[in-house]
């Protein structure tokens, strides 16, 4: 049986010493992290309203579940 050896990176040690982002830079971070989401939940509803039947069988999902998902806003989950 081998054991692994834990070790850790050079960069995760330079990461880990550097001091927390300030406040205003951990808000603009997850803000931009939340933008994101809502762009990727839009193209993804766009995308999913514009496929054909034979698509939409093909990953399983009714007409009315498309329907009903691409007509979410995109601040829904």
């Given at each position: 049986m081998t054991q692994f050896k834990?070790?850790?990176s050079p960069d995760?040690?330079?990461?880990?010493?550097?001091?927390?982002?300030?406040?205003?830079?951990?808000?603009?971070?997850a803000f931009a992290v939340l933008v994101t989401k809502w762009s990727v939940r839009r193209r993804t509803r766009q995308?999913?309203?514009?496929?054909?039947?034979d698509q939409l069988k093909d990953i399983g999902v009714s007409r009315q579940e498309a329907?009903?998902?691409a007509?979410?806003?995109?601040?829904?989950?």
């Open positions: 834990q070790t850790t995760m040690i330079y990461l880990s010493s550097r001091p927390a982002l300030p406040v205003l830079a951990e808000v603009a971070v995308t999913l309203a514009s496929l054909t039947p329907h009903y998902q007509t979410l806003p995109f601040w829904r989950p």
